[in-house]
């Protein structure tokens, strides 16, 4: 038998070949736990029969609207019911998902619908500020519905019909179209923009529904997860958890303002189980004052990409009950594609060390291919030696399909087979990755290169820093030099000098930032410090 | 925009897609958890660095004989580290893995060694009476690898080279061809074939994958499952668990001997969290002796398919701390596509209740699409009335690529674009199925049908039963009326008048079995009862 035997009258059939799509899993647990309670939004309550009812609603209005394949419906809101359906109502209709960064202005957001070419805009009623700027910017203006969110405050209706009443004008049967191809586009996520105009990264249903199943896996869900949103749904599609949850046949806890003394509440009344952020979401679990916390007793689940807590803090959110998973990835894919497993024998290690090892960005998904840290240029990888930067590369099937009208960005990003996050790093022996930095965060200084994040590291480590961001200003004599900017906590002092001695106590010398400025640090609408804001105060300090 | 724009310079590449393969979850856990225990067996331990290092070293040895893409590798084993390495290794070559049913005699071997074209067969020693005899009906001799297995009884070696020296000459560097698309056939299982020749069902990489996780979501799996092989890997690739447990780092407690004494013992010892079976299974840890249990505090998930265990016993499980979960599929469907999925709620229903609701066989994996009860021969849907029969249907990416040359088999399987399992069901009002029989169980007494398992299933509530079969005898006034065969529980009595008794309080009169064979009821070597051989002896019962 030639291998011709295996390929003979066993082809693809409507039997035993289906597109994989996350839209799958709304159907199957709707069928399956029909009265499970699905959404948690302030008083109200919805079932995994009532999302699937309203998210058919949903396509079905939108596709009476003449919505169809290959269309842009974009959505401007925080986490709340509307936005979680519109993970699967639109998609059913064959149209692509554009979740919109609600900490945007006007003008950014107006080139981001004129770019991705909207023709339906869902908006939240308190962003409506953002949303008048921004319509009165864009080249053609979609169709405007509002979402009058009962708990929103202030702002006003833009639209020509408010989402509860667009929806029940919906068919509650409704059947979108077959999806043809997996491949084809599920969503349209603008990446932030921190250089120029945000590039529109494109993800599709394989990708989509690998990575939900992915984030199951990496962080050892079980069944009915209770799942709160401090992420943003905005943010990569909140990390595809929407389509986790639901596969998991889990409650979604909404969350419209993201504080302290919200996320202790909502883990108390509610019993969540697991959340996900950036740092500053751990920032306000762990800074919340006497006041803003409610008591639990139950364990929750903590994954957080960026920089991960110094001991002092991983150290306390274990003591309260938080298990914290350092996982990370870019825009590019899906959110999370690396993750710093953790073995069962670290646990012996003292906080000091467990830090250090859950704070590297770790080793890829199960649903994810190819990690490497490797030469920039040739692609060659680095030695496994801590040591060796190099840039870190990605490849797989939760890498993007690539940017919209962006051939050359696409071609750029994908060159020589894999894609170039941009991030530098080391890999360590045991095959974990640990950044370094951003190509454009180094600082390079009497032709040293200085990781600022190595630096920052340094910095949260004193017991008065809140937030710290280190950047390069322009030096003659060296080229450049490292500049410190600090946020303390509340009540909290210390000098230039101090921080100085510290950072000298724990660094090489020429790491240790020549001035230490203290304000605050701004920050990004996903909790990332914004770096490039600080470089023009930097040549000044 | 047209759809165009989310189609244009939007193409796969090296970067962003990957044929999926569950093969890519060994280098992933190997290089996170190379230390970690993936094998236990006797006295056995191997690493996960082990377990990759030999899987490519069995897959060199093998492509150094000349093994390649296309080609068939058959084992007849145990559940040794042999049999999980070969899960590995003989895919990674590109070849098709073949695994035999070691409770077949020697010409049905011989059928599959020819039918399928094996160039290689991997063989335990304790097996060889059987391989031996298969061997001397073979049309072509492949080439025979001994495992010498440590805890193998009797038996002798057969071929030219014993398995440990095979792999010893592979090299431990070996890296397989790319997998160019991931519809290609993985492995070749070979339905029982109660009637007529068996065929070969070919399952391919893709689905492989999906199952794999599938097994991880729907069972509610965390990382690091200590999973006990009590089912027989050759069983449709034990379930696609040997992928599972890869690509959660779990360890793979293997079992030479399935019998209460070695079940309970690896279960205190080695602490295991899941176990899957046969009902055969769950009888030997039902019905064991004071002597054959080993004590333990944690508690046992079982996943066990065909026939759930009655209240009596479930009860007596759960007291015991085993949970059990009820799946539901077929070679065809690479193991297990339909779980009773439980509901919270459910717990407070009486121990009666519960197993009424466990015994339905319920509904999709997540990874599954579609799932339905329906008119053989029109695919229209019955009503979800929990009576109307139909059969059972099933499409999806965990439904098999097709039969091994048998084009006309395969067609049918897949007529009108679902394939048809053959078994009879019902649907409930919620969505769950219960299967009623197979097709070919069936009793039609006056015209009425009689579901044989619904007979069984009150005998099995009998104390003293600890097997029944129920098949047709035929009757010239009725055409056909049932037959009860019951084999007692070791040391228990009953007689015919009180089983028939028994069976009338419990059942509709034309239901119940017109005699009662007591006698050991015949079972296969995965635990189905066999009904074929009890037809003849119904005839003058």
Known sequence: MSRQAYETDLDKNAANFQALTPLSFLPRTALTFPDRLAVIHGERRLSWAQVHERA????????????????????????????????????????????????????????????????????????????????????????????DDMPAAGGKLLGEIE?????????AGYVGPALADEWEAISLNYTSGTTGNPKGVVYHHRGAYLNALGNAISWGMGQHPVYLWTLPM??????CFPWTITALAGTNVCLRRVDSRHIYQAIAEHQATHLSGAPIVMQMICNASET???????????????????????????????????????????????????????DGLDIEQQARLKARQGVPYEVQDGLMVADAKTLKPVPRDGETMGEVFMRGNIVMKGYL????????????GWFHSGDLGVWHADGYIELKDRSKDIIISGGENISSIEVEGVL??????????????????????????VELKPG????????????RDNLAHFKCPRAVVFTEVPKTSTGKIQKFLLRDKAKTA
């Open 56 to 147: 058919r609603r949903l396509a079905s209005a939108l596709a009476k609207r003449g919505i169809k394949r290959g269309d842009t419906v974009a959505i401007m809101s925080p986490n709340t019911p509307a936005m979680f359906e519109a993970h699967f109502g639109v998609p059913m209709t064959g149209a692509v998902l554009n979740t919109l960064n609600t900490r945007l202005d006007g003008p950014a957001i107006a080139f981001i619908l004129d770019h991705g070419e909207a023709k339906v805009l869902l908006t939240d009623r308190e962003l409506s500020p953002i949303i008048e700027a921004a319509l009165k910017l864009v080249k053609t203006r979609p169709v405007v519905i509002d979402i």
């Open 163 to 171: 989402y509860e009443a667009f929806i029940a004008g919906g068919d």
């Open 234 to 239: 905005f943010h990569c599609n909140g990390w």
């Open 292 to 346: 803003e916390r409610t008591r639990f007793n139950h364990q929750v689940q903590v994954m957080t990409a960026a920089a991960p807590p110094p001991a002092s803090v991983l150290a306390a959110m274990q003591r309260q009950g938080f298990k914290v998973t350092h996982v990370y990835g870019l825009t590019e894919t899906y959110g999370p594609c690396v993750v710093s497993a953790w073995h069962e024998e670290w």
């Open 405 to 416: 009208k962006n051939a050359k960005a696409t071609r750029e990003a994908f060159a020589g």
């Open 460 to 485: 949260y480590r004193h017991p008065a820093v809140a937030f710290a961001a280190v950047v390069a200003k322009p030096d003659e004599k060296w080229g450049e030099t490292p500049v410190a900017f």
């Open 492 to 503: 909290a002092s210390a000098s230039e000098a101090e921080i100085v001695q510290f950072c």
